[in-house]
């Protein structure tokens, strides 16, 4: 009997799931998408199930609403999955014909600049955004267009602000698998190949705790107000400030290791 060739076993099993490609060097973000990811993509059958019921009761004249939202509930919640899970098996849409001929270490820089520069900061943005957006929709009890719909649609909005909090996860974990083929990786390096995201993230976290102490500290302002009081105008630079403050701390206390190390 011929022995079998682990190699060949490992190469396909990477083929037929993505999750186990260099899974050796997954941290716990990436586990953590790949884990929804494999949940989520149990949400395409049923959708096939729902979509093909659905049209053979409209055939037979018993069309139900709910089943037409459930649809979108699904493919929605599945899509936005698979936006993270595509960062983590490093399956998104690139030029390949030039990207796999070049060296681990100039694709690991590409990655770097992609990631870090371009991809998060659109990611933490809209996540912004979409937390107001599922909280107002949430306010409003917004439900179905369709008196027989499903009608917690603030449900499915909350979930788009999750979900993007999940690719930001899984993002961070790829920036610092790519940052282990150039260097050891380092809080205040992390920082650098995710600056203008992290910026942001730094500014947003000072901007809404500035909002809260001027809305505690002054109950009657109006809220719609708020955000035009002066203390919250250098919120830009206080959250620069901090990323600055912790990167030189993360440097300095790197140097200090290694110089005890040594």
């Not at 989520?40 to 037409?68: E, H, S, T």
């Not at 380092?186 to 730094?202: E, K, N, T």
């Not at 105008?233 to 005890?260: D, H």
Request: proline share 5%.
């Amino acid at each position: 009997m011929s022995e079998i060739n682990t190699d060949t076993i490992d190469h396909v099993t990477e083929i037929s799931d993505p999750g186990d490609r260099n899974r050796e060097s997954h941290l716990w973000g990436d586990r953590l998408m790949i884990n929804l990811g494999n949940i989520a993509a149990w949400l395409f059958p049923i959708l096939m199930v729902a979509i093909v019921a659905q049209v053979f009761m409209r055939k037979f004249g018993f069309n139900q609403a709910w089943l037409d939202d459930a649809q979108w509930w699904m493919y929605g919640a599945a899509l936005l999955t698979g936006f993270g899970y595509a960062i983590t098996t490093d399956s998104h849409v690139r030029v390949d014909i030039l990207h796999d001929g070049y060296s681990p270490r100039k694709k690991a820089r590409i990655e770097l600049v992609a990631l870090g520069w371009c991809l998060l900061p659109f990611l933490v943005l809209m996540t912004d955004i979409l937390t107001h957006y599922a909280y107002a929709s949430f306010i409003a009890r917004e439900g179905s267009d369709s008196p027989n719909g499903l009608h917690g649609l603030y449900i499915l909005k909350g979930l788009i602000p999750l979900l993007f909090i999940a690719a930001i996860i899984a993002t961070f974990a790829a920036l610092h698998r790519n940052l282990a083929v150039l260097r050891k990786p380092a809080l205040w390096s992390l920082i650098i190949a995710a600056f203008p995201g992290v910026w942001f993230l730094a500014e947003r976290m000072v901007y809404y705790s500035l909002w809260w102490v001027v809305r505690f500290t002054n109950p009657e302002l109006n809220p719609r107000r708020i955000g035009r009081e002066p203390l919250l105008e250098p919120s830009m630079w206080y959250g620069l400030a901090i990323v600055i403050i912790i990167a030189v701390a993360s440097l300095v206390l790197g140097k200090r290791r290694q110089t005890k190390a040594s």
